[in-house]
């Protein structure tokens, strides 16, 4: 699964974004996929969303808490869709998402079950795909950072996506350093036959924590901004337990 587009809050007279907060790949700033197309009264963008899938009470209680930690740190809000021509579709089918808007409804699957994807994580994750971000491992310069072993993966037709880099032309990063601590960075054994690795990074100390995790202190961009200014990795050296512009989980 996987990635941001319109994100900022004022704090302390201080702009924070949402690249900055939960992830450091996302839309470019002219791309026409951005959830720009409306404003509430406080000026945060609107995601307008539908659930159509079956799920539990505790389930959707785990969907919009996810919400809510996004809308909490960034300038994005998502809002129960009265009439909006453009909103995002949640079903319980597959693990899946769009990254972005496009034009009428964008899918957003998060299926439940024993193989399906209601993790704390996924589900943030498949959110933050359709704000408008894409995994860190994608990035156009992860070659910098990371070294992707194929050849362990799990081979099937889904392979070749599962770890393509992005074009450049499609996806920004905005200046801001590559972060294995993101929440859309996926673990080393990302998509991996049992017992192998597919993701080793470059910098060793980043390697024994698997997933990347920034949930509780979510560290998003500024998608929606140009008042950035870009902050290091340095220093939060932690072990953490991670068509048509559609990532799968």
Known sequence: MEEVRCVIKEKGGVCHSLLQRFGRSALPPDSPYKWDKYQDESGNYVIPYVISGDYSP????????????ISKNTCVAFRSRSAEED????ANIKCSAYVGRFGGVSLLRLENGKY???????IMQMLLHTVGLYHEHRRPDRDNFIKVHKENAIQ?????????KLDPADVSTYNLPYDYTSIMHVGK???AESGKTTIETLDPAFQSGAAFLHVQTPDLHIYYSEEF???STEGRKQEVQDVEYVEDV
């Open 87 to 90: 909103y995002v579709e949640i």
């Open 58 to 69: 505790e389930e959707k209680k785990e969907i919009f808490a996810a919400m809510e930690k």
């Open 116 to 122: 399906g994807c209601m993790g704390k994580r996924t």
């Open 189 to 191: 054994d990302h998509y």
């Open 229 to 231: 200014t870009p902050t």
């Open 156 to 164: 099937d037709l889904s392979t070749h996506f599962q770890f393509a």
